[in-house]
């Protein structure tokens, strides 16, 4: 040892039997140490010298023991053990490859090792037991800064003392011994600090510590299963020891067969020599044939390479190691922790894991500290379920976004586990841990399905619908299997991605069965396919190429007389005023155009890109002066034509990825684009029919004899899925496969893998079957074949010649740029369909043409060639169908199916979302809901003659209000339900107006509705006038910028004052914008109602002059004749009979409540008034019945009696309402009319 650490160590003290002296200067040594410590070199030297003189056994914890009131010293202790006992992969970074360092670094982890037993004592957590105590019994106004640096430095040397690995040479010890790790927990144990951690972890006065407490409790546990601990102190269940009757009945079956077969290789009588054959057929290193000099039982095992050295495997080849096998602790240590997992599930841990979550996902914590987040998850989840499962002890990480988190660190894994190849290990060990989180949650989620709760197993369809919808969750299975490598990824992590795949698998297609369609996401990627040079055009530079090319485009200039059409003169932009290419360069690159389109003997587009660029760059007179005459712009394109143009990377023209299947090569990454597509199981079972996917499930099926039988099930049950489910069993006709399924079928213990021998023989079977129709079937079992190369295997080969590509030649090219410019302006709908019968050789596919054209750079894009879908994609609106529409909508509006009545009345035939749309943009509704089905209601006593008592009408009202609230609420909270359901549902009945209004105008009317007038009314009667006022102006507002601009977009109503803002919030104003088409805040993102960009001019100002209080309405249906037809005046009348229901509904509600609460003398009061008013009602409808016109409707009749009737018996209501208006501010007066109206009309029927 240095001589200045021996004499700073030296001055700490000594021990003497069990009792420690230490020396005055005590504390400052041990600073001294401390700062050793922080100046030693790479090769830990002070660390080492510290460990070998085994300061912490023989001073330091005895110090902190003995010593530990003095606090000076017992922090400074802490601090210098906590630098000594922290992990060599900290101080070295890694696992060193130099060998020098490599023995340093073992040796400073058998220094931990000695500290880690040292440890092992229930005398020194007693005492950091006590002193964490003490700390934690502080209130947060006593704690001192020096307080909390303590307490982290306890738990910190607890983490360095847990983390310390076991040394497999000293601790060879068998199962259900105690271990070094199990004495330390047993240590902690005795001392209660594993209650202090359980304290820590649940208190919410000490949320800092959630971090180093998870990382204490995840070492804990380090060596335990859940499986170990839940069985801990019970007796073995029926279901092990059947197990592990099965697996000694396999190893005795193997042991019989191998003692049967050594039997039958021994001859009846001993032979002294073991023999000498020749080997017919079989050549040795010479040309004479192999004698073989062993028994001849033994020669079926017989290859060249016997005696031959194994060549050895590149390490970069070499399989994956497994992790540290897990051991079984003693029976005392495994009921405490037991016991532990208890409580901890119980108090601590929904709090401490959202207290992890939220730090990791603020980034608060250190580097790789998510992987302690995903142990505990999977570890706790597996104790929860095999210990009598209960969701709420882990509801905190039974949700969607603990799927979407694991998910997306799956991902970040494997991407670091390409990049970072050095430290692929550690990488593949995370995702390990990633995958096994991933599991459990699917296990926990599978475990609630089965609950006996109704709301459990509601939250796990709840769970189950967000991951079967989005397709990261749907397919991360897909992806993991077809990204396996044995050489990163070992066993273990195989095992368990096959079980999660089985298991998800499994819970999908139960999922599905229950459900007739179940729509999920679908991400679809647009790609940007270069074409490579060798799919351009390669045009001839020779002499007399150009000089052919020249003549052409001269012919055909002189031809058109140097005009050019509009269409082209406009399409042609020389110059990009946006672009970041200097001036200079994109004169070069015009030019260059100019060129190529000489090239290719396209003499129009190259004198118009000549033209224009002779405007973008008219100095120099480069591109010619600009009175040029026609013979000189030639002469000028020939000399650009022969120029030596100086020329940069072709550009790459984009092709979309779904049309028709052009194969394109290069793909680059453009965009994402999200739909919904309904979801077919077997669709998705054939993602994994691939030899990627298949080849994993291969690498496990080796391992069958050591594989568990559930393993070995998930195996075989997915390749029956695709041998039989798919018809994919020739996908498993390999030669490795039928060598595997040679072991299983000789296997000695084959009896118990009863499900691979059946499965093994039906491939073989299906294999021999196809044999004998299929003479190549056993060359094919050479090769791993994609489904294309299994459909030919079993449905037969395609022709020679037939999958290959026909080439154009140049007159091919040539008649085809010809009439593509013939018919490229002519309004045909498909111009491919019109150039197939059209062109010589007339053996083109549509996709050959397609491809071409876009090769040749006659279209950009190959969507523009897209065959249009007839009858399913009819877009535009003529006006005789937009006017038919219409007429359809008013006819039917007051239907129970609107929607339904018109689809079914509609010429054109479209589909239900196109008429809904249309609808909405042409402002007959506002919303969708408007066009939901209604529910009838029966009406009892409304249409027939029957009479009844006050009492029932007024609780068959009651219950009539009850079902429109709750309809209303259906339809609000519901509207998915509703638009799924009204497909399904058909119309009860039809209406019996068949009869089309045919003198109606093709524009919405302008007079305000029946529904509206009274709302308005009430308002401005209580009050609103200012507010109705403001609206008025801002609709008005609107109209006339729409009309000026000629443009419309949402404009939200933004209140200014504290009156109008307040309007805006009354239920009443937010009734009255729904019934004229105002939107309402879409989100939470919104604030304010808005004005929809669907509504006309005329329907705007229309609203406006809705919200002003009149006298009379105005006479808009003058114009229009009088309905003559029975069934016009019908459907008014029923029109009519709905409106005055609904007010009277409202009435006789707020007459019920209004009689209980005023006095008897106010009864007989108002019945008098109320027959007054009756009298004067009636006098005044016979009047403003002589005074109609003959062409004004019933409808608007009613609407002016109303609002006579209002105004002139206002007076005449004030004394009899004066108790109820506080109840009923939003009922309007003609309202109170009615209701005044029937109840007389009620009271003379029963006198």
């Given at each position: 040892?240095?001589?200045?650490?021996?004499?700073?160590?030296?001055?700490?003290?000594y021990?003497?039997?069990?009792?420690?002296?230490k020396e005055?200067?005590?504390?400052e040594?041990?600073?001294?140490?401390?700062?050793?410590l922080?100046?030693?070199?790479?090769?830990?030297?002070?660390?080492?010298?510290?460990?070998?003189?085994?300061?912490?056994?023989?001073?330091?914890l005895?110090?902190?023991?003995?010593?530990?009131?003095?606090?000076?010293?017992?922090?400074?202790?802490?601090?210098?053990?906590?630098?000594?006992?922290q992990?060599?992969?900290?101080?070295?970074?890694?696992?060193?490859?130099?060998?020098?360092?490599?023995?340093?670094?073992?040796?400073?982890?058998?220094?931990?090792?000695?500290?880690?037993e040292?440890?092992?004592?229930?005398?020194?957590?007693?005492?950091?037991?006590?002193m964490?105590?003490?700390?934690?019994?502080?209130?947060?106004?006593?704690?001192?800064?020096?307080?909390?640096?303590?307490?982290?430095?306890?738990?910190?040397?607890?983490?360095?003392?847990?983390?310390?690995?076991?040394?497999?040479?000293?601790?060879?010890?068998?199962?259900?011994?105690?271990?070094?790790?199990?004495?330390?927990l047993?240590?902690?144990?005795?001392?209660?600090?594993?209650?202090?951690?359980?304290?820590l972890?649940?208190?919410?006065?000490?949320?800092?510590?959630?971090?180093?407490?998870?990382?204490?409790?995840?070492?804990?546990?380090?060596?335990?299963?859940?499986?170990?601990?839940?069985?801990?102190?019970?007796?073995?269940?029926?279901?092990?020891k059947?197990?592990?009757?099965?697996?000694?009945?396999?190893l005795?079956?193997?042991?019989?067969?191998?003692?049967?077969s050594?039997?039958?290789?021994r001859?009846?009588?001993?032979?002294?020599?073991?023999?000498?054959?020749?080997?017919?057929?079989?050549?040795?290193?010479?040309?004479?044939?192999?004698?073989?000099?062993?028994?001849i039982?033994?020669?079926?095992?017989?290859?060249h390479?016997?005696?031959?050295?194994?060549?050895?495997?590149?390490?970069?080849?070499r399989?994956?190691?497994?992790?540290?096998?897990?051991?079984?602790?003693?029976?005392n240590?495994?009921?405490?922790?037991?016991?532990?997992?208890?409580?901890?599930?119980?108090?601590?841990?929904?709090?401490?894991?959202?207290?992890?979550?939220?730090?990791?996902?603020?980034?608060?914590?250190?580097?790789?500290?998510?992987?302690?987040?995903?142990?505990?998850?999977?570890?706790?989840?597996?104790f929860?379920?095999?210990?009598?499962?209960?969701?709420?002890?882990?509801?905190?990480?039974?949700?969607?976004?603990?799927?979407?988190?694991?998910?997306?660190?799956?991902?970040?894994?494997?991407?670091?586990?390409?990049?970072?190849?050095?430290?692929?290990?550690?990488?593949?060990?995370?995702?390990?841990?990633?995958?096994?989180?991933?599991?459990e949650?699917?296990?926990?989620?599978?475990?609630?399905?089965?609950?006996?709760?109704?709301?459990?197993?509601?939250?796990?369809?709840?769970?189950?619908?967000?991951?079967?919808?989005l397709?990261e969750?749907?397919?991360?299975?897909?992806?993991?299997?077809r990204?396996?490598?044995?050489?990163?990824?070992?066993?273990s992590?195989?095992?368990?991605?096959?079980?999660?795949?089985?298991?998800?698998?499994?819970?999908?297609?139960?999922?599905?069965?229950?459900?007739?369609?179940?729509?999920?996401?679908?991400?679809?990627?647009?790609?940007?396919?270069?074409?490579?040079?060798?799919?351009?055009?390669?045009?001839?530079?020779?002499?007399?190429?150009?000089?052919?090319?020249f003549?052409?485009?001269?012919e055909?200039?002189k031809?058109s007389?140097?005009?050019?059409?509009?269409?082209?003169?406009?399409?042609?932009?020389p110059?990009?005023?946006?672009?970041?290419?200097?001036?200079?360069?994109?004169?070069?690159?015009?030019?260059?155009?100019?060129?190529?389109?000489?090239?290719?003997?396209?003499?129009?587009?190259?004198?118009?890109?000549?033209?224009?660029?002779?405007?973008?760059?008219?100095?120099?007179?480069?591109?010619g002066?600009?009175?040029?005459?026609?013979?000189?712009?030639?002469?000028?394109?020939?000399?650009?034509?022969?120029a030596?143009?100086?020329?940069?990377?072709?550009?790459?023209?984009?092709?979309?990825e779904?049309?028709?299947?052009?194969?394109?090569?290069?793909?680059e990454?453009?965009?994402?684009?999200v739909?919904?597509?309904?979801?077919?199981?077997?669709?998705?079972?054939?993602?994994?029919?691939?030899?990627?996917?298949?080849?994993?499930?291969?690498?496990?099926?080796?391992?069958?004899?050591?594989?568990?039988?559930?393993?070995?099930?998930?195996?075989?049950?997915?390749?029956?899925?695709?041998?039989?489910?798919?018809k994919?069993?020739?996908?498993?006709?390999?030669?490795?496969?039928?060598?595997?399924?040679?072991?299983?079928?000789?296997?000695?213990?084959?009896?118990?893998?009863?499900?691979?021998?059946t499965?093994?023989?039906?491939?073989?079977?299906?294999?021999?079957?196809?044999?004998?129709?299929?003479?190549?079937?056993?060359?094919?079992?050479?090769?791993?074949?994609?489904?294309?190369?299994?459909?030919?295997?079993?449905?037969?080969?395609?022709?020679?010649?037939?999958?290959?590509?026909q080439?154009?030649?140049?007159?091919?090219?040539?008649?085809?740029?010809?009439?593509?410019?013939?018919?490229?302006?002519s309004?045909?709908?498909?111009?491919v369909?019109?150039?197939?019968?059209l062109?010589?050789?007339?053996?083109?596919?549509?996709?050959?043409?397609?491809?071409?054209?876009?090769?040749?750079?006659?279209?950009?894009n190959?969507?523009?060639?897209?065959?249009?879908?007839?009858?399913?994609?009819?877009?535009?609106w003529?006006?005789?169908?937009?006017?038919?529409?219409?007429?359809?909508?008013?006819e039917?509006?007051?239907?129970d199916?609107?929607?339904?009545?018109?689809?079914?009345?509609?010429?054109?035939?479209?589909?239900?979302?196109?008429?809904?749309?249309?609808?909405?943009?042409?402002?007959?509704?506002?919303?969708?809901?408007?066009?939901?089905?209604?529910?009838?209601?029966?009406?009892h006593?409304?249409?027939?003659?029957k009479k009844?008592?006050?009492e029932?009408?007024?609780?068959?009202?009651?219950?009539g209000d009850?079902?429109?609230?709750?309809?209303?609420?259906?339809?609000?909270?519901?509207?998915?339900?509703?638009?799924?359901?009204?497909?399904?549902?058909?119309?009860?009945?039809?209406?019996?107006?068949?009869?089309?209004?045919?003198?109606?105008?093709?524009?919405v009317?302008?007079?305000?509705?029946?529904?509206?007038?009274?709302?308005?009314?009430?308002?401005?009667?209580?009050?609103?006038?200012?507010?109705l006022?403001?609206?008025?102006?801002?609709?008005?507002?609107?109209?006339?910028?729409?009309?000026?601009?000629?443009?419309?977009?949402?404009?939200?109503?933004?209140?200014?004052?504290?009156?109008?803002?307040?309007a805006?919030?009354?239920?009443?104003?937010?009734?009255?914008?729904?019934?004229?088409?105002?939107?309402?805040?879409?989100?939470?993102?919104?604030?304010f109602?808005?004005?929809?960009?669907?509504?006309?001019?005329?329907?705007?100002?229309?609203?406006?002059?809705?919200?002003?209080?009149?006298?009379?309405?105005?006479?808009?249906?003058?114009?229009?004749?009088?309905?003559?037809?029975?069934?016009?005046?019908?459907?008014?009348?029923?029109?009519?009979?709905?409106?005055?229901g609904?007010?009277?509904?409202?009435?006789l509600?707020?007459?019920?409540?209004?009689r209980?609460?005023?006095?008897?003398?106010?009864k007989?009061?108002?019945?008098?008034?109320?027959?007054?008013?009756?009298?004067?009602t009636?006098?005044?409808?016979?009047?403003?019945?002589?005074?109609?016109?003959?062409?004004?409707?019933?409808?608007l009749?009613?609407?002016?009696?109303?609002?006579?009737?209002?105004?002139?018996?206002?007076?005449?209501?004030?004394?009899?309402?004066?108790?109820?208006?506080?109840e009923?501010?939003?009922?309007?007066?003609p309202?109170?009319?009615?209701?005044?109206?029937?109840?007389?009309?009620?009271?003379?029927?029963?006198?």
């Amino acid at each position: 040892m240095n001589c200045e650490l021996l004499a700073t160590c030296s001055a700490l003290g000594y021990l003497e039997g069990d009792t420690y002296h230490k020396e005055t200067d005590c504390l400052e040594s041990v600073k001294d140490l401390i700062r050793y410590l922080r100046h030693e070199d790479d090769t830990r030297d002070v660390r080492q010298e510290l460990g070998a003189g085994q300061i912490v056994q023989n001073d330091l914890l005895p110090i902190i023991i003995q010593h530990g009131q003095d606090k000076a010293l017992f922090d400074a202790s802490i601090r210098l053990m906590v630098n000594l006992t922290q992990p060599a992969m900290l101080c070295f970074g890694k696992v060193p490859d130099d060998p020098v360092f490599r023995h340093h670094f073992l040796q400073v982890t058998s220094h931990l090792q000695a500290y880690k037993e040292a440890f092992a004592s229930e005398k020194v957590f007693g005492t950091l037991s006590e002193m964490l105590y003490n700390l934690l019994q502080l209130d947060w106004e006593e704690r001192q800064e020096e307080d909390n640096l303590l307490i982290e430095r306890v738990l910190l040397l607890v983490r360095n003392v847990l983390h310390v690995p076991a040394d497999p040479c000293e601790e060879k010890k068998v199962d259900d011994d105690a271990s070094i790790h199990d004495r330390l927990l047993w240590a902690i144990h005795m001392s209660g600090f594993d209650d202090l951690v359980k304290f820590l972890a649940s208190a919410q006065s000490e949320q800092q510590w959630s971090m180093h407490v998870l990382e204490i409790i995840s070492l804990m546990f380090r060596d335990q299963t859940p499986e170990a601990l839940v069985s801990a102190g019970h007796a073995r269940s029926t279901e092990e020891k059947q197990r592990d009757c099965q697996e000694l009945e396999v190893l005795r079956q193997k042991e019989l067969a191998e003692k049967r077969s050594r039997t039958l290789q021994r001859g009846t009588r001993h032979s002294r020599f073991g023999g000498s054959y020749v080997v017919q057929g079989l050549k040795a290193i010479g040309d004479k044939d192999v004698i073989y000099h062993r028994n001849i039982h033994n020669f079926k095992h017989y290859t060249h390479d016997t005696g031959k050295t194994l060549r050895r495997v590149p390490k970069r080849n070499r399989q994956a190691k497994e992790s540290k096998e897990k051991r079984r602790s003693a029976l005392n240590v495994r009921l405490f922790l037991r016991e532990f997992c208890m409580d901890f599930l119980e108090n601590c841990y929904n709090h401490l894991m959202y207290l992890v979550k939220e730090s990791l996902i603020r980034e608060q914590t250190q580097q790789h500290d998510e992987t302690y987040y995903l142990w505990s998850l999977s570890f706790f989840m597996a104790f929860n379920r095999g210990n009598g499962f209960r969701a709420d002890l882990v509801s905190e990480t039974i949700s969607v976004r603990a799927f979407h988190f694991i998910e997306r660190n799956i991902t970040n894994y494997y991407e670091m586990l390409l990049t970072d190849r050095k430290e692929a290990t550690s990488w593949s060990r995370r995702m390990h841990l990633a995958l096994k989180a991933y599991q459990e949650l699917l296990l926990t989620v599978n475990e609630m399905d089965q609950s006996q709760d109704d709301s459990i197993r509601q939250s796990s369809n709840v769970i189950k619908s967000n991951i079967f919808y989005l397709m990261e969750y749907r397919e991360i299975f897909l992806t993991l299997l077809r990204k396996f490598d044995e050489t990163k990824q070992p066993h273990s992590y195989l095992k368990d991605l096959v079980e999660s795949t089985h298991l998800f698998l499994r819970m999908l297609e139960r999922f599905c069965k229950g459900r007739r369609n179940l729509m999920v996401q679908k991400k679809k990627v647009r790609r940007k396919k270069s074409r490579g040079d060798k799919n351009l055009p390669n045009p001839e530079t020779t002499p007399e190429a150009l000089a052919e090319a020249f003549r052409i485009v001269e012919e055909e200039l002189k031809t058109s007389g140097f005009q050019l059409s509009e269409s082209l003169t406009e399409s042609i932009v020389p110059f990009d005023a946006t672009s970041e290419t200097p001036l200079e360069e994109q004169r070069t690159e015009a030019m260059v155009r100019v060129q190529d389109a000489m090239l290719s003997r396209l003499g129009p587009e190259a004198l118009a890109l000549l033209r224009a660029a002779r405007e973008v760059w008219p100095e120099g007179d480069v591109f010619g002066s600009a009175d040029v005459d026609p013979e000189e712009e030639l002469e000028l394109l020939k000399q650009i034509m022969h120029a030596n143009l100086p020329r940069s990377s072709p550009p790459e023209p984009v092709v979309e990825e779904d049309d028709d299947g052009l194969e394109l090569e290069e793909e680059e990454l453009e965009s994402v684009q999200v739909s919904e597509t309904e979801f077919n199981f077997l669709d998705f079972i054939k993602k994994f029919a691939s030899s990627n996917i298949v080849h994993p499930y291969l690498v496990l099926l080796k391992s069958f004899s050591k594989n568990s039988p559930h393993t070995n099930h998930c195996i075989v049950r997915m390749l029956h899925r695709l041998a039989f489910d798919l018809k994919m069993d020739a996908l498993l006709f390999q030669l490795s496969v039928f060598n595997l399924f040679n072991k299983i079928l000789s296997d000695p213990a084959a009896a118990a893998y009863r499900e691979l021998v059946t499965f093994a023989k039906y491939v073989l079977k299906r294999f021999f079957s196809l044999a004998k129709e299929n003479n190549k079937a056993y060359v094919e079992l050479l090769f791993w074949k994609n489904v294309g190369a299994v459909r030919e295997m079993t449905e037969g080969y395609s022709k020679d010649g037939e999958g290959t590509k026909q080439t154009w030649t140049e007159e091919e090219e040539e008649e085809l740029r010809k009439l593509f410019e013939e018919h490229r302006h002519s309004e045909v709908p498909d111009i491919v369909e019109t150039l197939l019968p059209l062109l010589s050789g007339s053996t083109r596919t549509r996709r050959q043409v397609g491809t071409q054209l876009v090769r040749m750079g006659l279209v950009d894009n190959a969507k523009e060639l897209k065959k249009q879908k007839i009858g399913t994609r009819i877009v535009l609106w003529t006006e005789e169908q937009e006017e038919e529409l219409q007429m359809l909508f008013e006819e039917y509006k007051d239907s129970d199916d609107v929607l339904g009545n018109i689809l079914k009345k509609l010429t054109a035939k479209r589909s239900r979302a196109r008429v809904v749309d249309k609808l909405l943009s042409m402002g007959l509704v506002s919303e969708r809901r408007e066009l939901y089905k209604k529910r009838s209601r029966n009406a009892h006593g409304k249409s027939s003659g029957k009479k009844m008592t006050e009492e029932e009408f007024l609780s068959e009202l009651t219950q009539g209000d009850l079902d429109d609230s709750m309809d209303r609420d259906e339809g609000e909270d519901g509207e998915d339900e509703s638009e799924e359901s009204e497909e399904d549902e058909e119309p009860e009945r039809e209406e019996s107006q068949n009869h089309v209004r045919k003198n109606q105008s093709g524009h919405v009317p302008v007079e305000r509705r029946a529904d509206v007038g009274p709302m308005v009314t009430a308002l401005h009667q209580g009050g609103m006038s200012g507010p109705l006022l403001w609206l008025q102006n801002c609709l008005n507002r609107t109209a006339n910028d729409r009309e000026e601009d000629g443009l419309s977009q949402p404009v939200p109503l933004v209140p200014l004052t504290e009156t109008n803002e307040d309007a805006m919030d009354n239920k009443s104003i937010q009734r009255l914008l729904r019934k004229m088409g105002m939107r309402p805040p879409a989100n939470e993102q919104e604030t304010f109602w808005r004005i929809p960009e669907k509504i006309s001019v005329s329907q705007l100002r229309s609203a406006a002059a809705a919200l002003s209080l009149r006298e009379e309405e105005p006479r808009v249906g003058e114009e229009q004749e009088r309905p003559t037809s029975q069934s016009e005046k019908h459907l008014e009348e029923e029109e009519e009979a709905e409106v005055s229901g609904e007010q009277r509904t409202q009435a006789l509600r707020a007459l019920l409540l209004s009689r209980k609460r005023k006095p008897r003398t106010t009864k007989q009061t108002a019945s008098v008034s109320d027959f007054t008013s009756m009298e004067d009602t009636e006098s005044t409808a016979k009047r403003s019945q002589k005074k109609n016109s003959a062409k004004r409707s019933r409808v608007l009749d009613d609407d002016d009696e109303e609002e006579k009737e209002a105004d002139s018996s206002t007076a005449m209501d004030m004394d009899t309402k004066s108790d109820a208006d506080s109840e009923q501010e939003d009922i309007s007066a003609p309202v109170k009319r009615r209701r005044k109206m029937v109840l007389i009309d009620e009271e003379e029927d029963e006198d």
